[in-house]
């Protein structure tokens, strides 16, 4: 939720889907999940046609509107895609080659094993993922990245050539 930098990766492409789940990032780490239907599926449901452990309580639901408040007044996917495009304009140095994805959910294409380049930037305190392809490291940065941030990434890329 968010992590494209838009509410939904579909956003981002114009598409309504007739079906959304979404869980995890909705309460912040509570236990909560949300089915989002199009009205053409929703109409066609009955009460107790769905079931969840972790729907519409109340303090889930406190939850999610916490979270979503949050996101909007502190604009945190504006940040998602203003610091995403930073990362694009400035990372692409050192063993980076290249990225792909959107928003949060970024890819750094390496010229060496991406394994090599996570364990030299994990010794250097940045934090990133590796993927099923050996040459792209994954960043999965929080909402509240910041340049300073993407930054420190930039000089670790450069140092670590």
Known sequence: MGRTGHPFAANMYGVTPDVITTAKAL?????VSAVLLADHVASSLKVDDLGTTFGGGPLA?????AVIDII???QLLKNVRDRSQEIRDTCIVGP?????GAGFLLGLRTDRPAKEVHAELLKRNILTGT???PHVLRILAPFV???EHVQQLRAALV???
Do not use: Y
């Open 159 to 161: 140092d670590i050539r």
């Open 145 to 147: 990245l910041q340049s």
């Open 131 to 133: 993927s099923g392809d």
């Open 96 to 100: 980076v080659t290249s990225t792909q």
């Open 72 to 74: 909007e007044e502190e």
């Open 27 to 31: 309460g912040a780490g509570f236990p």
């Open 61 to 65: 639901c406190a939850m999610v509107e």
